[in-house]
């Protein structure tokens, strides 16, 4: 089992920045592919970015793409999602997600584990 506890979310000015940190803890983290979602109020949750388990590869979806960068901390266990350059349309509940079977993580069915999510609301 996997829990994953996300945090750095809040409000933000258009333009602006954030840094989200999802920390996980209960397996060898290095082993796990780790991505980020998000969901707006009534849309579906959608791919944001994944990163392998050694960091060395990663995946964006095109509306984050050039403004938004995942990372990792292997001795850390923990992965980030910086977000520069922030749009109101950003603005939404931020997932952090784990699985141990399936890279690029970029469908909300790929994922074996989920954090409760963490607020982000980007003000126009």
């Known amino acids: 089992q996997v829990q994953l506890v996300e945090s750095g979310g809040g409000l933000q000015q258009a333009g602006g920045s954030l840094r989200l940190s999802c920390a996980a803890s209960?397996?060898?983290?290095?082993?796990?592919?780790m991505a980020w979602f998000r969901q707006a109020p009534g849309k579906e949750r959608e791919f944001v970015a994944t990163?392998?388990?050694?960091?060395?590869?990663?995946n964006y979806a095109d509306s984050v793409k050039g403004r938004f960068t995942i990372s990792r901390d292997n001795s850390a266990n923990t992965v980030y999602l910086q977000m520069n350059s922030l749009k109101p349309e950003d603005t939404a509940v931020y997932y952090c997600?784990?699985?141990?079977?399936?890279?690029?993580?970029?469908?909300?069915?790929?994922?074996?584990?989920w954090g409760q999510g963490t607020q982000v609301t980007v003000s126009s």
């Open positions: 997600a784990a699985s141990s079977r399936v890279f690029p993580i970029t469908s909300p069915t790929n994922p074996d584990y």
């Open positions: 209960g397996r060898t983290f290095s082993r796990l592919a």
């Open positions: 990163i392998t388990g050694a960091g060395g590869s990663t």
